[in-house]
Nanobody, 126 residues
Framework: QVQLVESGGGLVQAGGSLRLSCAAS????????MGWFRQAPGKERQFVAR????????NYADSVRDRFTISRDNAKNTVYLQMNSLKPEDTAVYYC???????????????????WGQGTQVTVSS
């Protein structure tokens, strides 16, 4: 069982930055790949980024590549999402999620992820 708690969301102007954190419980954090997803009102949940258990490989949605960076600190059981050059269309609830298959980067859809956090709101004003 893994419990995930996101933090770091808020209101920011377009062009600004935010860093989201996701703290995980459990002693096997490094075996899980971690993902960030987002869901805007009236839209489906969307993949944002993924990082393998080791932290050596990452994958990004085209819409955020070169603006967002996913990273993790396995000693702290925490995964991060650094978001730069934010746009109004980045406004959404952001969720972190854990996938027990930790070595791949290609599992980018929701059903692969066993555990989910409660989400944190990110609002980007124009």
């Amino acid at each position: 069982q893994v419990q995930l708690v996101e933090s770091g969301g808020g209101l920011v102007q377009a062009g600004g930055s935010l860093r989201l954190s996701c703290a995980a419980s459990g002693r096997t954090f490094s075996t899980y790949a971690m993902g960030w997803f987002r869901q805007a009102p009236g839209k489906e949940r969307q993949f944002v980024a993924r990082i393998t258990g080791s932290g050596l490989a990452t994958n990004y949605a085209d819409s955020v590549r070169d603006r967002f960076t996913i990273s993790r600190d396995n000693a702290k059981n925490t995964v991060y999402l650094q978001m730069n050059s934010l746009k109004p269309e980045d406004t959404a609830v952001y969720y972190c999620a854990a996938d027990a298959v930790g070595r791949t980067t290609g599992r980018t859809t929701s059903p692969f992820y066993l555990y989910w956090g409660q989400g944190t709101q990110v609002t980007v004003s124009s």
